[in-house]
């Protein structure tokens, strides 16, 4: 027998993700997600560094962690994405707090729900609250993932995680290989959450494994997504995603970035996109089918802003 997930919401069935995804697609619009965090924290001057990258936010100045999520809530989002993308016990590990998995990605996920709970009642829905779940080793390197039974018991402690914390949904992503894909959102969906998977997809759409993007997405909407996407590559690459996105019968989302972070010199600007440039780029994934757009690294929350803008001029 295969395994049984629960289909169950963090929400009531009404602002649940796939309903909140329902609703737009037959209002003739799509959600809007957030931007980048870490990029974003060392643009407000916070340190960064691997091992633990955006997790020193949460380390040395979770205020400012707040206050970005919170612009990103001004912004007019429908959701943020709680600062956990580095918080599993592997990652913190490498710097010596691997028994702090569990309040670290609790503290990501109360400072992103303190700053979606400031929307007023009269600007709309409530803002969700989704948890991240990258990759366990680098999300560039496809090379390093673990065997299966790693993969299984580490996604699945961080998912536990994150649903302990009581995100609405979680998000994969970032994924660079169909396995660690599948084993992650099995993992999500074995501990109750509604998910979203998305992957790295850079050229001719195909993943960093060089893996078809359409058998990644194959082999995650089995499983019972709600939804798949691409992450973290550069405008100019989405335009060969989107036929396979469309085909892929799924919802679907894309969140460009506007370059890469680097350990050495930080954050490395691949692509120069103005807010407004950006926000019109985003346009064509709309009229492509995208039902939710926002950015990743590199993107502030005036590139968000912008999008909403246009969402709002239709």
């Known amino acids: 027998m295969g395994a049984q997930y629960n289909d169950a919401e963090p929400r009531s069935s009404e602002d649940g993700l796939a309903a909140r995804v329902t609703a737009a697609r037959a209002g003739g619009t799509a959600l809007l997600l957030d931007g ?7 643009r407000r001057g916070i340190r960064s560094g691997l091992p633990l990258w955006s997790t020193l936010g949460l380390l040395d100045a979770p205020e400012t962690v707040r206050a970005i999520h919170q612009d990103y809530v001004q912004a007019g989002v429908d959701a943020v994405t709680a600062n956990t993308f580095r918080t599993q016990r592997r990652v913190l590990a490498n710097a010596g707090m691997g028994e702090r998995a569990g309040e670290l990605t609790a503290r990501a996920v109360t400072l992103a729900r303190e700053a979606a709970g400031k929307r007023r009642p009269e600007d709309g829905r409530p803002v969700l609250v989704l948890g991240s779940a990258p990759t366990l080793e680098d999300c ?28 609405d949904a979680i ?19 074995e501990a109750g959450a509604a998910v979203w998977t998305s992957f790295v997809s850079w050229e001719d ?23 798949v996407g691409v992450n973290c590559l550069p405008p100019s690459g989405v335009s060969a995603c989107l036929p396979v996105l469309r085909a892929g019968g799924l919802p679907f989302s894309v969140q460009a970035n506007l370059g890469a ?5 930080g954050f490395t600007r691949s692509e120069d996109c103005a807010p407004e440039t950006f926000a019109a780029t985003a346009g064509t994934w709309l009229e492509a089918g995208a039902s939710a757009v926002g950015g990743c690294c590199g993107t502030t929350p005036a590139h968000i802003s912008a999008i909403a803008g246009a969402l ?3």
Do not use: C, F, K, W
């Open 36 to 42: 980048a965090t870490g990029t974003e924290l060392e």
């Open 140 to 167: 560039y390197r496809p090379d390093l993932v673990p065997d299966d039974a790693t993969l299984g018991r580490e996604h699945a402690e961080h998912a536990e995680n994150l649903m302990a914390a009581g995100v």
């Open 171 to 189: 998000l994969v992503e970032t994924m660079n290989s169909v396995r660690e894909a599948r084993a992650a959102t099995r993992a999500a969906r």
């Open 205 to 227: 759409a195909a993943l960093l494994s060089g893996e078809p993007l359409a058998e990644a997405i194959a082999a995650v909407a089995e499983l019972g997504v709600v939804g």
């Open 261 to 265: 972070p680097d350990d050495e010199i």
């Open 312 to 314: 709002q001029r239709g």
